[in-house]
């Protein structure tokens, strides 16, 4: 009997009255801007957040003429995306430390599951903007942005400029979390603000880890309490991976 | 017969198949975040705005002890709502030129139809973010931020924080121009970088103007080139002003 | 009899004891500093704005190969052009919105009359630098920088780099308002941090508009206000051509 | 037998010649500064950071009036601590993401081993300044700031402002990594920049841990792979758990 | 026989034809703005800065509750002072080194003959913009500043806030430099830009200095060639000390 | 008998017990870094400052084709290398004018040194860091940095990439001033936030000066004063070389 099927029996002690292995309802909703050349609403929740794939020509800078492509990521949240406002990041004429740092791990997960090389000398920028937030924004990114890239990548292939995808394989990410000495799935606000532990995985197609972040918030976390979280983790990325499949097949 | 009749009976030479005198058609959707005291998703066809009002206490330091309040606004576009992707101005470090003065514009045209001093020491932020840009994204900021406005207003005096609303008036705003010598209600982007005038209008309840920004891009316009283009402003106004009453109604 | 005739019969309200349809007393003084192409210290009343028209060869990226040249201005304040010290923009570490809006308003205005592919691979910029501010420095501004503007292109001609100026028409800018109900032209400080309403008009030599922008800063404003500071406008312009026309000639 | 004993077996692939389970020599100097309540330097190799702890009283306005105190972390490179020069943050006008990435993790693991209540209304700031670059200069720091936070409580005891520290644990860092294939204890640069995984471990002494960042730079990981990195970063924090005391004790 | 007597009796070499120890024409006028509590036009030859002094009540963070005044001074040039046009700072977001040195430079030398008790809890910012540079702009600023400076102290005397002014001495600054083998006074920007040698002095009433700043340009200089720039420099103090005078005078 | 010599007589008054003409104990240890070109830690007492030189192909734009190299210069305080600690440049976005102001000193220093066509199209970055700070830390940065600057030189030689050196003399800096109305050398904190006068003294090796800095903290100087610390300054430079081509030497 795995970690989760045991935690499954527990009596919930969820805000939300979700089960511990019980994720959110997730939508990945495709399509969903006229102009960007894949896009992506993804639903976690009362978390929303809209992706875009924008392709460019060329590279930056420092990649020229090295014969590859780059995908890179930028986030933000819209000022009252949060339950009181926050500063417009373009007004205090900053990105916050937070703000790169969600940004910088989207673009390593999905620069792990494309070949650059194959994707030519070529710029996929990935937009996740942040429309309401109740708790994992930056995984939500992640699950949503592997839809819009895969997006753009068949539209280069359906515009015969490539002769196949340069994926390589699925990504998708969620957050953990120790809350109230439970292991539970898919920390909503009211969880985060208050679990012990929280830690995001970010799964490939072939169930290996491309990031783990894990955080002990209130204190620190025992091997025990980390492969619990682990194997969590696992699960959340397999229903992940069907709802995104599912999502591009529907389009 | 008014310009605009006249207008309408010419064969229209709109890439929209539109009327010179026809808006596009616009959607006032209320009640689009889970936080916001106010907010409206405003669609001017594929124009999308979504705009929220964030009610905090206190004022800036100029207002400190004035016994007042005050209303401003802020204004972003996503960095791929427009046809091609733009840079994310927080990531840039600073907002445009462009952007300020369309958050100050919107900012004037609420501060002109709401009692300050009745709203007290609060400050109400109408926070506008462009997720798809076809063209009057600032026209269609303004005619949204009055429904959050309002909305949120309605919300003090139902949480009896005040008696009434200090809100004194509707506000709306419309863009016309002059494309292929024609003036036309309502641009679009195909006809916004084509027109050789581009004209914005807020007008008040009482059909008086608090803003008219007009600029001819192309060339100078005639004085009656300008009275056909305020025709159009004040007929357009009059439509929003019916679809604003029935979005507030409606929730 | 026009509007403006008709305001001047009346006992007249203005702090400066002008008649309501009478501009301060304007000078253009040219050929003020010793390095620049063309320049233009430019007085209403106790306003003074010096204006240098500096021509430099190429043009900014995105023109590039393009074939055609480029005019564009800046704006700035002394610190203690005001009645107290406002805060240097450089120290500031930005330039305000409002400093944007003035320096791209006062750029549209001349490309509305300069024939840019005559101009060739060249750009002119016009810096406009306000000495002392009592109202109307952002019309003073451009009235000026016209003829900073025509200097240069003037000198383009005389050195023989172009056959003929490639200035199209000329172009004056004067505000007007409605100050304790009445339509004045030309606003001083006085009135124009008390009129109800305050209009910017950018007209060219054949009388059409490149740019209005109306304000009502305290309420709406009619169309019957709106039509008379029109004719105000119109007037002003038409005095300020001359003035511009024999500061060229004076040289 | 554990992994790092099966891997201590193999034939070391790792270019310093060291074993996979092997850390480099490691030094805590303490006291290296005049003025600082706290200090440490603190070498790996041929990493040398220079950590300084700063006592200040009152806490950021955040904190004001909640009877607690702060600890908080900076994080900077010599220009040419690395081979070759990069530019200097000061000079840019920004941190980058990952300055600001470390630095937020070195205050994370500070804040997680103190007291902040007994702490009372006082301000320690980590200065982390690496004076040359070899791999693992974020583990260093935090490494190094526990030695420099303990010996700033140990002085508000001297000086009797507390009566005992308000330290309630220790807390090291270490990174491991896959490089060839194989699981390797403490990454200097040349296996940094061609390790298949990186995974930074930030333990406590009770063998908890606060921080786990794992990134797969080249492939996703296996879990085995995981465990045998946990297992190192264990090993290596007790090392380090020891270097501390005695850096201390010498003191 | 000094210096500079030796001096004079050499055949000129200077392109303006002026002798080693002759200043440029200097001018003083004071009382150029409406509004400062004290101006003054500073020109020396070519070299224009337009000086303000503003008075404010209250003193910096760093100074409240300490009883004093405070002296400040900022700097800036128009962007087409210069031979060709230089970027505006406050377009580029900030003031290049040799800007503050140079306010820094301005600031000290006020605040060395003023008794900042005396003042009282009040800031005077001495703003010197130049208008046109021609070489030795930093000190035309030095002695404008101090005539404007005092203009604004005998205003409070005036005004009756202060019994008698705070001003202590005179100060004024002169560039000196060795320009083709020869020391020389006043170097205008012909001779700046070639010199070997430049030498600022700043000199206050009785002959002593507050600053002095001497650089080799191309090549050292010897104490014998030092020796010769000092004694010009106190030679040039001299004149401006008695042309402050009678500007003050005048007025 | 010379200043300085009769100076020595004197009792002395400074809080180090030092002879009004005794420098600080200094040390110039060179190679202190792995990876710079020329390295160099200085110690003048309790001052301490790590140089490293950097060597890079290319020049800055402005130089570009002149067939000619650059030597600049940046320095920095860690923030703790002061008696209470600092906000750091890069977490505040800018460096202060002191810092820019000392880094121009330093780059010119060099610059006045070394035959920058000789150089070739390379340029040197000196990167001076205060890891301690007691005074004197811009003089400590110039005469150290001329060790590291030699050392890369050197190195071009060595590398058989330059026949010879292009330094073509010595640079070193000491500060004097005047404390308790007596002239003495290299002063420490204590002296120098209490110096009446305070002068910097850049000297060549043929004893010719690059660079005087003299100020009157708290009043003016006379010129008997100012000789009297230039006489220091000369004798503090010869020991000073000494000290350098020992470092050289021993390397």
């Given at each position: 009997m795995s970690h989760f099927d045991a935690l499954s029996a527990l009596k919930t002690i969820r805000p939300s009255n979700r089960k511990p292995d019980q994720m959110r309802a997730v939508t990945l909703e495709t399509?969903?801007?006229?102009?960007?050349?894949g896009s992506c609403l993804v639903t976690f929740g009362h978390t929303k957040v809209l992706v875009t794939a924008s392709l460019e020509q060329g590279v930056p800078g420092f990649l020229k003429g090295k014969g590859q492509g780059w995908v890179t990521a930028e986030y933000g949240m819209?000022?009252?995306?949060?339950?009181t406002r926050s500063r417009r990041e373009a007004a205090a004429g900053k990105q916050s430390g937070r703000t790169q740092e969600i940004q910088r791990l989207i673009g390593r997960s999905m620069r792990a599951i494309i070949d650059l090389k194959a994707l030519g000398e070529r710029q996929i920028t990935l937009d996740c903007d942040v429309l309401?937030?109740?708790?994992?924004t930056r995984t939500a990114s992640i699950t949503g942005a592997w839809v819009a890239l895969a997006m753009a990548c068949n539209k280069l292939v359906a515009d015969k400029?490539?002769?196949?995808?340069?994926?390589?394989d699925q990504v998708a990410a969620i957050s953990c979390g120790i809350f109230e000495n439970t292991p539970v799935l898919d920390l909503d606000y009211d969880e985060d603000s208050n679990a012990e532990t929280d830690a995001n995985f970010v799964i490939t197609g072939n169930l290996e880890a491309v990031e783990i972040q894990a955080t002990g918030e209130k204190r620190g976390f025992s091997r025990d309490e980390f492969n619990a979280l682990y194997d969590l983790g696992i699960k959340g990325a397999k229903e992940l991976f069907e709802l995104q499949n599912a999502a591009l097949a529907a389009k």
């Open positions: 399509g969903v801007t006229r102009y960007a050349e819209l000022p009252r995306s949060t339950h309401q937030a109740d708790g994992g400029v490539l002769e196949k995808s340069p994926i390589l």
